[in-house]
């Protein structure tokens, strides 16, 4: 029986392949067997057309070749010139020439037309080609996938022959059609499991997706879920999922499922919270292993390096094995990928990746090591017992003194300064039992400390002072310091106040913590600022060992002469900053908190000369502080008695033969001191040198004379002193530099200093005192090259001035201190410089206004003088001569006639005379103008006879010489403003403008002249220059003001 199938197609229509997608070939029930899987995929045909009632299998050689012809291009140009030369033909007149031209014109119109070919299969037609409309063509003719190749083939391209000049064949690769429901790029495959062939279950390597599948959610806000697929949509590329767990059906993208196991989904199905399941197993299993990680790892967080440990280079490609074993301290390690580590040479290496260390155990028992593997890792403690054979260690955890037994790769030796913390922690805890905790380190050891009560502090201190004196580590005597300096605050806020909060019962506490020591000492109810400065570093030289505890020492014994100087009152203050200077250019942070404490306790009784080594530190430019620091270190060295032996026999010398020999013998002598005061040579530059020399340094001593080198190994020797030398050197920049920095940070401590002293109350009166030094240093900083910091800070210091509120000093001091500032600012160019200048002159200015508000008469006539010669010469700042007119105008108004005839005096230059009316501004206001004070009235009438004429004379001199455009700007502004505010009995002192006004407007270049201060004018009055011209001439016109 025959059963077949009749499909009319649309006439005219072209028949389309329409392939159905793998996911729709693939599609069938998941139900039917999976053995017969790769059966019924043999079987699957996909069905291409249907043709006469019969379905035709994919038959590709009976398609027909589409072709989409060129579209022809009118080119009305060449059209017309054929026209024109056609025309010639037919009336005879064509020539030659033209003949030849008229045939090349048809001769490219034949060529295109012969490209337009047609095919026995079939060609299609535009709608250009067909004279038919847009609208009206028939897209359905031509398929989407052979779209490019009808265009090729009506550009005259052909299947199997080449393309362009050349005949380059090039073959053809079909495009693969991107799958339904997704972009540009997307792949059409569902992701299996991979964790269900891990467990040996095969049944979903080749399982497609279909009605009936397993799968797992992932990548949607149902990630995670398990469910059974109900239904496929094939032209959404989705598939509908019933949901194990909520009993619900949702529709997913099919490219956001994964087909799982049925072992899998039995099993995982139903689990609520799996994820957080998997995580907890996870830890689990990590807390049984106690070795760390494999170095091996990729990932960047499992690292087991720390800060402060010796570890093995063991990477033999960095630097070409130069590190290959060495071994190194590492300085920071934020993730195994970029580790920081410095080698013995000092030398820092950055990006070092933690594959390339292993651990270090130390050989001596008792050493410091860091457990770095297992469940303790972080933790410290000290080597019991090392076996070489086994690579195991045991170790007493420090804190909680468990003893515990480590491979060589769970320890690695420590060498950090905070081992001490637990012992001190141990402390702390039996004098306060409210302190827990263990994880501990140094920094907050200090925090400790200065919670705790008086009482519990001294216990404490003195238990820490027998400590440090039984041990060798500084890092304790570090500690030590940090300790003191958490009970001495000093709260500042700079230019407002400043104090410190140490009660009487803290020195009492620190004196009898000295006491403790030295029991010569007597009790103290309340010890002064120098018992508690002697107290504290006496109790500091016994922390130290060494020449550092020498040091304090010393210092301990000057403190104790202050205190004796301060009951005589025969002190000094000056010795005592430079005792507070020398304790703050140390290296160690709590230096800072003891020398603020006791300097803050001083500035009530300091005059300005005992700052006078702050200020000379803060000039002194950082190459000679370093070679000062140099000299100071060189200043104290003992005379050698071999020196004084020979000064004695020159001093005892009788006769001449004598005195020869006893001068030939101190020759010698001093050629001996000379060598023995020769700066040691460095050890490993020595060592370097003899490598280098080789032989010739061994036989230096000998008298034979060396052989002679060949070429090559004379440049190995030059190779090997060049390596040397540079080595030595490299390492004297790199002390030098850290050198030059630590002489910056205690520069910039000193200004802190004056900082401290400005923000006392009891400083305020050494202002005007600092105003010079600093000007001069901000002066002398712009010329030195990378002094920007201290030109800032300088700057800073004299803001903090000029902002201070009104202070009242003696005349005699503002007047020394204008003399002064006038002397260091001349000649000064530099704008901020400047105004921090008008700034202080407003200061001093205001000093001298007395509760009346009246300034001082001696002040007053400086500031005139300085006006004067700000006008006449080019020696005063313009900022200090004329920044008091500008911020105090109402006690300075009987300057304003003398304003007046330097702003219209043509002697004067011309920007001195546009300064001069911008201080006028300030004195125009109508509340002085119109004051009804009889001397401000006498003022104004005056300023009235002055103006008018001068202005008269200034509009004259705008049209007859070359014309000022801010000059004129100014002047306009300042008489249209005076003569707005101006009193009507003054207003006939004004009127003689009006003819000049009149003249100045009939000029022929009236128009190129106002064009020409239009920008000036318009910035300074907000108008044209012609209207202000004319505003002004009908406030003066006799006419309009009659009316």
């Known amino acids: 029986m025959k059963i077949s199938f009749g499909v009319k197609s649309q006439p005219k229509t072209a028949v389309v392949q329409n392939p159905t997608s793998t996911f729709s070939q693939l599609h069938q029930h998941a139900s039917d067997s999976e053995d017969n899987d790769e059966e019924q995929e043999v079987k699957k045909r996909g069905i291409n057309l249907f043709e006469n009632g019969a379905a035709a299998l994919g038959d590709e050689e009976n398609k027909p070749k589409l072709v989409i012809p060129m579209v022809k291009k009118t080119d009305w140009k060449t059209q017309r010139q054929i026209e024109m030369l056609k025309k010639q033909e037919e009336e005879g007149t064509i020539t030659e020439e033209n003949k030849a031209r008229l045939a090349l014109l048809r001769e490219s119109i034949g060529e295109a037309e012969e490209t337009e070919e047609s095919t026995q299969n079939g060609t299609i037609e535009t709608a250009a080609a067909a004279g038919e409309n847009a609208e009206d063509a028939d897209y359905s003719k031509m398929p989407i996938d052979g779209f490019g190749l009808a265009m090729l083939r009506g550009m005259g391209w052909k299947d199997g022959e080449g393309m362009g000049k050349q005949k380059v064949k090039v073959d053809y690769k079909p495009p693969m059609p991107r799958p339904k429901g997704l972009g540009l790029g997307a792949v059409p495959k569902v992701k299996n499991n991979t964790s269900v062939a891990k467990n040996g279950d095969k049944g979903t390597k080749d399982k497609q997706l279909g009605v009936g599948s397993l799968v797992k959610i992932v990548g949607t806000s149902n990630n995670g879920k398990y469910g059974k697929v109900e239904g496929v949509d094939e032209e959404n590329a989705s598939v509908f999922v019933n949901l194990v767990l909520v009993k619900n059906t949702v529709r997913v993208s099919q490219y956001a499922v994964q087909l799982v196991s049925k072992e899998e989904y039995e099993k995982d199905s139903k689990c609520i919270n799996k994820k957080a399941y998997d995580s907890a197993r996870t830890d689990t299993e990590c807390d049984k292993k106690t070795s760390r990680p494999s170095s091996s790892s990729s990932s960047p967080t499992t690292e087991w390096v720390q800060r402060s440990l010796r570890v093995r280079f063991i990477d033999k490609k960095y630097e070409d094995r130069r590190y290959y074993k060495t071994k190194m301290v590492v300085l920071d390690a934020p993730d195994s990928r970029h580790c920081t580590l410095e080698d013995e040479d000092g030398r820092k290496h950055y990006d070092i990746r933690e594959s390339w260390l292993e651990t270090i155990i130390p050989r001596k028992e008792g ?568 001397a401000t009235k006498k003022i104004f009438a005056k300023v009235a006879k002055l103006l008018g004429p001068r202005f008269t004379a200034f509009i004259k001199e705008c049209g007859t010489q070359e014309m000022k455009p801010r000059l004129f700007a100014f002047a306009l502004k300042t008489f249209l403003t005076f003569a707005k505010n101006i009193p009507n009995e003054l207003l006939g002192e004004l009127l003689t403008v009006a003819p000049a006004i009149e003249e100045f407007i009939k000029l022929d270049d009236f128009d190129k002249r106002m064009k020409k201060a239009d920008k000036a004018v318009m910035a300074v009055c907000g108008k044209k220059p012609v209207t202000i011209v004319k505003q002004i001439h009908s406030l003066v016109d006799v006419e309009e003001v009659e009316e």
């Open 367 to 934: 050493s410091k090591v860091m457990i770095v593997g297992g469940k303790r890792r972080g933790k410290l403690a000290v080597l019991e017992e090392r076996d070489v054979d086994r690579e195991r260690i045991k170790v007493r955890v420090l804190g909680t003194d468990e003893v515990v037994k480590l491979s060589f790769d769970d320890a690695c030796e420590y060498v950090g300064r905070y081992i001490m913390a637990t012992e001190l922690l141990k402390l702390f805890k039996k004098i306060n039992k409210k302190i827990s905790g263990d994880d501990w380190n140094m920094k907050k050891v200090g925090k400790v400390f200065s919670s705790l009560k008086a009482a519990d502090q001294q216990k404490a201190l003195i238990q820490m002072t027998s400590i440090c004196e039984q041990s060798e580590d500084e890092g304790l005597a570090i500690t030590y310091g940090n300790c003191i300096a958490s009970v001495l605050p000093t709260e500042a806020r700079p230019g407002k106040k400043v104090h410190t909060e140490v009660p009487v019962e803290t020195r009492v506490m620190l004196w009898e913590t000295l006491r403790s020591v030295d029991e010569t000492k007597k009790a103290k109810k309340n010890p002064t600022v120098f018992d508690t400065l002697y107290a504290i570093l006496f109790l500091l030289s016994k922390a130290w060992k060494g020449a550092t505890a020498v040091q304090y020492k010393s210092d301990a014994e000057e403190a104790a002469v202050f205190i004796e100087g301060q009951k005589s009152g025969e002190l000094d203050l000056a010795i005592v900053v430079d005792l507070l200077m020398s304790l703050l250019s140390r290296h160690h942070k709590y230096h800072k908190a003891i020398v603020y404490f006791a300097f803050v306790e001083l500035i009530p009784q300091m005059q300005v000369e005992h700052l006078k080594h702050i200020l000379e530190t803060i000039s002194m430019p950082d190459e000679e502080m370093m070679k000062s620091a140099d000299d100071e270190d060189d200043e104290f060295e003992p005379i050698d008695d071999e020196e004084a032996d020979g000064e004695d026999e020159g001093d005892e010398a009788e006769d001449e033969e004598e005195s020869e020999e006893e001068d030939e013998e101190e020759m010698e002598v001093d050629d001996d001191d000379e060598e023995g005061d020769e700066t040691p040579a460095d050890p490993k530059l020595l060592e370097n040198l003899k490598k280098a020399l080789g032989e010739a340094a061994d036989n230096s001593d000998d008298d034979e004379e060396p052989e002679d080198l060949d070429d090559e190994a004379m440049l190995k020797m030059d190779d090997m002193l060049a390596n040397a030398f540079r080595e030595h050197f490299a390492k004297t920049r790199k002390s030098q530099k850290e050198n030059l920095e630590h002489i910056r940070q205690f520069r910039m401590k000193c200004f802190d200093l004056v900082v401290l002293v400005l923000s006392h109350e009891k400083g305020r009166s050494l202002a005007p005192d600092l105003i010079e030094p600093f000007v001069a240093l901000s002066k002398e900083t712009l010329k030195r090259p990378n002094s920007e910091s201290v030109f800032n800070r300088a700057k800073d210091v004299l803001d903090l001035i000029s902002n201070m509120r009104k202070l009242s000093l003696p005349e005699k001091q503002i007047l020394n201190t204008i003399k002064r500032l006038d002397e260091v600012s001349s000649g000064m160019t530099n704008p901020a410089m400047k105004d921090m200048i008008a700034g202080l002159s407003s200061l001093l200015f205001s000093a001298s206004i007395d509760s009346e508000g009246k300034p001082s008469t001696a002040v007053k006539k400086a500031y005139e003088k300085l006006l004067d010669s700000y006008m006449k010469g080019d020696k005063v700042l313009s900022e200090l001569a004329t920044a008091p007119y500008l911020k105090y105008p109402t006690v300075l108004v009987s300057f304003v006639p003398k304003l007046v005839e330097y702003a219209y005096d043509t002697n004067v230059k011309v920007f001195k005379r546009t300064e001069a009316l911008t201080c006028l501004q300030v004195f125009l206001r109508k509340d002085l103008i119109c004051s009804k004070d009889e």
